[in-house]
């Protein structure tokens, strides 16, 4: 397993996922509200991670299920420090940026860290992959 190419597909991952952010804002949010289009960024969200996934874990070489949960998890960590830090540096107080979590409030950020961690083994499953074969 390749960590500098695990790393490389987060910054594909976070470039994509900032981008489709940014969309959000534009053309969802003023039509549908704030908490639906946060609702519906997670769904995207988790269709943009997927693809990403699904190109690049052979490239990574992730081939175990402990690897690729391995990657999973190290993608989780990183988008956190990044959607901290994007918060912080935008102004947002830690209580906004933790209140993309609050499933009680409709949100479902949890969710899709959740996806982040699991797809990279659900990528390897969808290209055929099993342990130690591709």
């Known amino acids: 397993m390749s960590w500098s190419r695990a790393l490389a597909a987060w910054?594909?991952?976070?470039v994509a996922e900032s981008i489709n952010?940014?969309?959000?804002?534009?053309?969802?949010?003023?039509?549908?509200?704030?908490?639906?289009?946060?609702?519906v960024g997670v769904l995207v969200a988790s269709l943009i991670i997927f693809a990403i996934a699904w190109a690049c874990?052979?490239?990574?070489?992730?081939?175990?299920?402990s690897e690729q949960l391995t990657v999973g998890a190290f993608w989780v960590a990183l988008m956190a420090v990044f959607e901290v830090s994007l918060g912080l540096a935008f102004g947002y107080?830690?209580?906004?940026?933790?209140?993309?979590?609050?499933?009680?409030?409709?949100r479902l950020m949890i969710f899709g860290m959740t996806f982040m961690?699991?797809?990279?083994?659900l990528a390897a499953k969808a290209r055929g992959g099993r342990r130690g074969r591709w």
């Open 11 to 14: 910054f594909f991952i976070a």
């Open 21 to 39: 952010g940014t969309l959000r804002r534009i053309f969802i949010l003023p039509v549908i509200g704030d908490l639906r289009a946060h609702q």
């Open 57 to 65: 874990i052979r490239w990574i070489g992730a081939r175990t299920f």
């Open 93 to 106: 107080s830690p209580e906004r940026i933790l209140s993309d979590y609050n499933v009680a409030e409709g």
């Open 117 to 121: 961690l699991f797809a990279p083994v």
